[in-house]
């Protein structure tokens, strides 16, 4: 008879949960925890707690101290970065994107670099009943569509670009969109703003009718974000 395996004490979404519950125990003036206060605080047992800290102080998350109390470490503050430059692109980009959707009639959205994706970061919806089914978060291949050539473009290109990218039929058949690349300070490539909607509405040709605001608005935003043109 073949024994089953035992499982692990620390697996999946229970995991997950765990290391979850170790991180929050950690609360504003606590420079640093016990096992002991871990413990009392999460409910765990302490050898439940000790692997834990291993994985959390591999990937930068905790440090153990010489005295074997733990305190959260520099990938806390990290991530803390990007969700503050998150906030502060949001206020940037999300009053253009109203501009725009409410100056085009069509989706406005806002498009970031996630490995092999393109993904969804900012989005304000048509008007129109007949519009995309797509929500912030969601993500898209790097493929032929607008966005996707937008957020491939290095700067010299990009900058230059005598009108925006268009699209239609590249990811969804029943769709085109228009887009321009987004440059930061360092004309660095920030994202994308994209201009969405049916194919049998944003046409190519219509797509003209918004080229001069899509233009000036892609500017404005850039120069919100600290970008100064050659020479400028």
Same mark, same amino acid.
């Given at each position: 008879?073949?024994?089953? !395996?035992? !499982?692990?004490?620390?697996?999946?979404?229970?995991?997950?949960?765990?290391?979850?519950?170790?991180?929050?125990?950690?609360?504003?003036?606590?420079?640093?925890?016990?096992?002991?206060?871990?413990?009392?605080?999460?409910?765990?047992?302490?050898?439940?707690?000790? @692997?834990?800290?291993?994985?959390?102080?591999?990937? *930068?998350?905790?440090?153990?101290?010489?005295? *074997? !109390?733990?305190?959260?470490?520099?990938?806390?503050?990290?991530?803390?970065?990007?969700?503050?430059?998150?906030?502060?692109?949001?206020?940037?980009?999300?009053?253009? +994107?109203?501009? +725009?959707?409410?100056?085009?009639?069509?989706?406005?959205?806002?498009?970031?670099?996630?490995?092999?994706? @393109?993904?969804?970061?900012?989005?304000?919806n048509s008007a129109h009943r007949l519009r995309?089914?797509?929500?912030?978060?969601?993500?898209? %291949?790097?493929?032929?569509?607008?966005?996707?050539?937008?957020?491939?473009? %290095?700067?010299?290109?990009?900058?230059?670009?005598?009108?925006?990218?268009?699209?239609?039929?590249?990811?969804?058949?029943?769709?085109?969109?228009?887009?321009? %690349?987004?440059? *930061?300070?360092?004309?660095e490539l920030v994202g994308a703003l994209v201009?969405?909607?049916?194919?049998? @509405?944003?046409?190519?040709?219509?797509?003209?009718?918004?080229?001069?605001?899509?233009?000036?608005?892609?500017?404005? +935003?850039? !120069?919100?974000?600290?970008?100064? %043109?050659?020479?400028?």
């Amino acid at each position: 008879m073949v024994k089953a !395996r035992p !499982r692990p004490a620390v697996n999946g979404v229970a995991s997950a949960d765990r290391v979850l519950t170790v991180l929050t125990a950690f609360q504003i003036g606590d420079s640093s925890l016990s096992l002991v206060e871990l413990a009392e605080r999460t409910g765990l047992i302490k050898s439940t707690i000790m @692997r834990l800290m291993v994985s959390l102080e591999s990937y *930068g998350f905790v440090t153990r101290m010489s005295d *074997g !109390r733990y305190q959260l470490a520099s990938e806390i503050m990290r991530l803390n970065t990007v969700y503050q430059e998150s906030l502060d692109l949001e206020r940037h980009v999300m009053p253009r +994107l109203h501009y +725009l959707a409410e100056q085009t009639g069509e989706t406005a959205s806002f498009y970031v670099r996630h490995g092999a994706y @393109r993904l969804c970061q900012y989005r304000v919806n048509s008007a129109h009943r007949l519009r995309l089914d797509l929500q912030p978060g969601d993500m898209r %291949p790097m493929d032929e569509a607008a966005g996707a050539q937008a957020l491939r473009a %290095p700067y010299q290109t990009g900058i230059a670009l005598p009108k925006p990218y268009y699209s239609r039929g590249a990811t969804d058949p029943h769709a085109s969109s228009m887009a321009l %690349p987004i440059y *930061g300070a360092q004309q660095e490539l920030v994202g994308a703003l994209v201009i969405s909607g049916p194919a049998s @509405r944003l046409t190519e040709e219509s797509a003209q009718n918004f080229r001069e605001v899509f233009f000036e608005t892609a500017r404005d +935003l850039m !120069r919100s974000l600290g970008h100064k %043109p050659d020479g400028a």
